[in-house]
């Protein structure tokens, strides 16, 4: 007579409710982040893109635990705190989100230089397709060198979160 289980154990369960739930509230926090003034700490005078670093991260390593409507959550949550165009940044996360995803059997089993570079695209397309959006929403071309000098100090900072996130995916998989 055996004596299984009929269900997984509740550890099990609270394992899978931490590795759905995790990913997107370091997602949330990521764009609080942006909000923080970190000049005097990174000596820079633009946020990174924080919340880029998640969307991109997650739809590379494991989008199944960070699905669209968590992109657009994170991106909608961005445009209500920066108080810009409304629906802007949901837009474009969920752009790049779907690109990454889309490409991402290219990235996924490479080096992290690989990943990195990758990143980078999609921080150009981030940059890029924001840029464009909010210069067409504006009426007018809005300056270059803010999404650049954005986009620059995100892809320098991206390979310390990306450790970040990787240490809470271990941590997660091993919860689960």
């Given amino acids: 007579m055996s004596f299984e289980p009929i269900g997984p154990t509740p550890a099990a369960r609270a394992g899978k409710i931490a590795l759905l739930v995790l990913p997107f509230l370091a997602g949330l926090l990521c764009v609080l982040l942006s ?56 837009l474009v996360y969920l752009i790049v989100y779907g690109l990454v995803v889309s490409q991402r059997t290219l990235v996924v089993a490479q080096t992290f230089t690989v990943i990195w570079v990758g990143f980078l695209a999609a921080a150009l397309v981030n940059g890029l397709l924001g840029w464009v959006l909010a210069s067409f929403y504006f009426g007018q071309l809005l300056s270059v060198w803010g999404i650049l000098g954005q986009m620059l100090a995100t892809v320098a900072l991206f390979p310390l979160f990306a450790n970040l996130f990787q240490k809470l995916q271990d941590w997660l998989l091993v919860q689960g």
């Fill in 35 to 90: 909000f923080v003034p970190l000049s005097q700490i990174l000596f820079i005078d633009v946020a990174p893109a924080f919340a880029l670093m998640a969307v991109y991260y997650w739809a590379v390593h494991r989008p199944d635990v960070f699905p669209p409507y968590a992109v657009f959550a994170v991106g909608l949550l961005y445009d209500l705190l920066s108080a810009g165009p409304l629906g802007l940044w949901a």
